[in-house]
T-cell receptor
Framework: KAGVTQTPRYLIKTRGQQVTLSCSPI?????VSWYQQTPGQGLQFLFE???????NKGNFPGRFSGRQFSNSRSEMNVSTLELGDSALYLC????????????FGNGTRLTVT | GNSVTQMEGPVTLSEEAFLTINCTYT??????LFWYVQYPGEGLQLLLK?????DKGSNKGFEATYRKETTSFHLEKGSVQVSDSAVYFC?????????????FGEGTQLTVNP
């Protein structure tokens, strides 16, 4: 069974630009969530989508947005990039139910210059 | 709010040594608890989990017991190998309504020397 696939693996953008990251979940998983990982803040939850609807949202500014398609694939968008947005962005998918583990992709490394 | 606190790293051990990484949590209700491991250049992999008090999660020689009385979920392994070198994260899911929202600890870097 294929794992969670994130594209691209690496991205370099300039301050003020926008970026779109893509995530394909494990087949059959309907929940997709996004996390930001930085050395200073650690792992922080961005948002979760389930059946094309945002179900949970973390404490990030509105520049961070996402969506989910009918095939469960998800994209996240960051507009007006800032230097502090440089991070590893991790996508995770899961089945429903308490205790269902998250399966993470290898992430997209975003560098903002 | 919910929070997870892990012992400070980095931790350096010799091969075959005993490993303990402490994890304590703060949460209302009855959270589910997880240990994830991250190898260089990769995403997180689930190592083990426990969904209720006194549950013991185990995998690949690692164990952790959900202790509600001490709000802890310490990770242990009896004999570490060089291949166990990685960053370990303790995490909680506060409730079923949390969906996929996990709260992570800061991570503990483990290095095992031959």
């Amino acid at each position: 069974k294929a794992g969670v696939t994130q594209t691209p693996r690496y991205l370099i953008k300039t301050r003020g630009q926008q970026v779109t990251l893509s995530c394909s979940p494990i087949s059959g998983h309907r929940s997709v969530s996004w996390y930001q990982q930085t050395p200073g803040q650690g792992l922080q939850f961005l948002f979760e989508y389930f059946s094309e609807t945002q179900r949970n949202k973390g404490n990030f500014p509105g520049r961070f947005s996402g969506r989910q398609f009918s095939n469960s694939r998800s994209e996240m968008n960051v507009s007006t990039l800032e230097l502090g947005d440089s991070a590893l962005y991790l996508c995770a998918s899961s089945l429903e139910g308490i205790g269902s583990p998250l399966h993470f992709g290898n992430g997209t490394r975003l560098t903002v210059t | 709010g919910n929070s997870v606190t892990q012992m400070e790293g980095p931790v350096t051990l010799s091969e075959e040594a005993f490993l303990t990484i402490n994890c304590t949590y703060t949460a209302t209700g009855y959270p589910s608890l997880f240990w994830y491991v991250q190898y260089p250049g990769e995403g997180l992999q689930l190592l083990l989990k426990a969904t209720k008090a006194d549950d013991k999660g185990s995998n690949k020689g690692f164990e952790a017991t959900y202790r509600k009385e001490t709000t802890s979920f310490h990770l242990e392994k009896g004999s570490v190998q060089v291949s166990d070198s990685a960053v370990y994260f303790c995490a909680l899911r506060a409730s079923e309504t949390s969906g996929s929202r996990l709260t992570f600890g800061e991570g503990t870097q483990l290095t095992v020397n031959p």
